[in-house]
């Protein structure tokens, strides 16, 4: 197959990927304003450029502004992001905060920095968009991003909790969306050489090699190298919850249930020894079980490709 022929099954998955995951956990709607933030890397350039392909052809009017947060860092390109957006035709606004200056004062050498620095940034993009009237604000995480923060948080937070795909924001005032849930990693980074946006590095997150975010995502990357599907499989899990067999006691009454004699599908069953496809191995020393089965694509209407 030809390159061009390839690049077109990727725009095409990416517009589909992110059109379900609009769809699916209504994320916009008729007569939104979305503001879009742009950091300058990979992920949030394919977002917006998604974004407005599906603009072009959905079946409802929606308005996009393009948000940057100059973080005042050293040698950073300031003219970069405004001459990409005003050659796009997009509406945008820079917002100029000196957050640099505060995160590399206030956190001691050697520390992680980003805690910090997303609190900031998050408190003055959540003004911006008041300020803008927004009504929806997009960031462009991942499916790679959640399921990094599912094991982050079940490794050094003791929560099964991850990122969600909609949610308020800490201020009550914002509905914050991730389009992008549902696509891979991989595919954005094939996307931005296609598209060849000039990303800008982050000289505080980018400069922090031994972030725990970095080593999991490593890890995420492995596992998918050597059981191909597994990452799938552990995403496919974040979508169907039982929790008659978790312990939440406050998701699920264990403290009430009794027998009543009629049978339930999640009962003890669930703890038997099921068959799992075998993966072959990726070398002589390994070897094991997991399963890589994918969950059906539904085709959406928003994101058909024309």
Not at 199 to 219: A, D, F, H, W, Y
Request: net charge neutral.
């Amino acid at each position: 197959m030809n390159t061009e022929h390839e690049n077109h099954k990727l725009e095409k998955r990416l517009c589909r990927e992110v059109g379900r995951a609009i769809v699916d956990f209504n994320m916009i709607e008729e007569g939104d304003r979305v503001m879009v933030c742009l950091s300058g890397g990979k992920d949030s350039y394919a977002m917006l450029d998604i974004l407005q392909k599906l603009q072009a052809r959905a079946p409802i009017s929606f308005e996009m502004i393009v948000v940057n947060l100059d973080q005042k860092q050293p040698g950073f390109p300031a003219d970069i992001l405004p001459a990409y957006l005003t050659k796009l035709g997009v509406k945008f606004h820079i917002e100029n905060q000196d957050t640099y200056s505060i995160v590399k004062r206030v956190i001691p050498e050697g520390k992680t920095m980003c805690s910090l620095c997303s609190r900031l940034r998050r408190g003055i993009l959540y003004r911006v968009a008041s300020e803008l009237g927004a009504t929806k604000i997009a960031l462009g995480h991942h499916r790679d991003d959640i399921l990094q923060t599912l094991l982050l948080n079940m490794f050094f937070g003791a929560k099964l909790k991850g990122m969600p795909p909609k949610l308020v924001s800490d201020d009550g005032q914002h509905v914050v969306i991730r389009p992008m849930a549902y696509v891979a990693e991989k595919d954005l980074t094939r996307w931005a050489e296609v598209r060849q946006f000039p990303i800008i590095p982050c000289t505080l997150c980018g400069s922090q090699e031994n972030l725990q975010r970095k080593q999991v995502g490593l890890m995420l990357k492995d596992w998918e190298k050597r059981f191909p599907g597994r990452v799938e499989n552990m995403f496919s899990a974040l979508q169907n919850i039982v929790p008659s067999h978790l312990m939440d006691r406050s998701l699920f009454p264990f403290e009430t249930i009794r027998a009543t004699g009629e049978a339930f599908e999640d009962g003890d069953k669930a703890f038997d020894d099921e068959p799992l496809p075998m993966v072959a191995p990726a070398g002589p020393e390994e070897s094991g079980v997991e399963g890589n089965a994918s969950p059906a694509r539904a085709v959406i209407s928003i994101s058909a490709a024309h």
